[in-house]
């Protein structure tokens, strides 16, 4: 069963909202306490108590406002997700169509795009071979197995056809990483866990120990 939250007076909690800031501004005022000695240490402490008094009695204060705001703006997010959802799953399919289609169609182009590159290779080290053997019978031996050598060493020519997907539709290419054996990684690809080191500082105190690493502790006043 859902409860119902009262409507509220936005005009209200506007005015109540500036009392306070203005109520705030006033206090920090009147109550800043510079700590120099054992007195007004016990002065900026109760100083500090008399905050947290105040920061409560705001929250309370607001607390029904901003669950009637809540409320009212999850309302409106379900409204706009129920209206949004057709098209968002249709949009997800459609996506997914176009990236197998698109996956498929790169495989097939690479492909072609390879076995140009190779045809044209052999096509012009056959040419070069027919160049040398004239070269040869006119003579010139030194100048033919030089052409030659150089045509069966060549890279194959770069060959790039039209991408007809692309022609159609836009991409967003991103990059992802897949980590085949940790312990080739260079250093400077590896994190510390700071997350961990801190659990391991907390349980631990004073006697944490992690090589390469410095434990220190910083002590906050709380009210």
């Given amino acids: 069963m859902t409860t119902a939250i009262p409507e509220v007076s936005i005009h209200d909690v506007t005015a109540l909202a500036e009392r ?11 109550n800043r306490v510079e700590v ?26 607001l607390a029904q406002p901003k669950a009637w705001a ?12 129920a209206a949004k959802a057709p098209y968002e799953i249709l949009d997800k399919y459609e996506a997914e169509s176009i990236k197998h289609y698109n996956d ?12 140009l590159a190779d045809r044209r290779r052999r096509d012009e080290q056959a040419r070069v071979i ?9 003579g010139h031996g030194a100048l033919a197995s030089a052409l030659v050598e150089d045509a069966l060493t060549a890279p194959a020519p770069v060959v790039v056809l039209v991408d007809e997907v692309r022609a159609v539709v836009k991409f967003r290419r991103t990059w992802h990483h897949e980590v ?14 700071d997350s961990k080191l801190r659990k391991h500082a907390t349980n631990m105190q004073g006697t944490a120990h992690v090589p390469g690493v410095r434990f220190y502790y910083v002590d906050e006043p709380i009210r």
């Avoid at 008399?50 to 204060?61: H, P, S, V, W």
């Avoid at 085949?180 to 866990?193: G, N, S, Y």
């Fill in 36 to 61: 120099v000695d054992h007195a007004s240490l016990e002065r900026a402490a109760g100083v500090r108590r008399q905050i947290g008094e105040k920061l409560k009695g705001i929250t309370a204060t």
């Fill in 20 to 30: 306070a800031k203005s109520d705030a501004i006033t206090f920090v005022e009147d």
């Fill in 180 to 193: 085949t054996d940790a312990e080739l990684v260079p250093r400077e690809f590896l994190t510390p866990d």
């Fill in 104 to 115: 498929a169609q790169t495989r097939a182009r690479e492909t072609r795009e390879r076995e």
């Fill in 70 to 81: 809540y409320g009212v703006h999850r309302w409106f997010c379900s409204l706009e997700a």
């Fill in 130 to 138: 027919q160049e040398a053997a004239t070269l040869e019978r006119q």
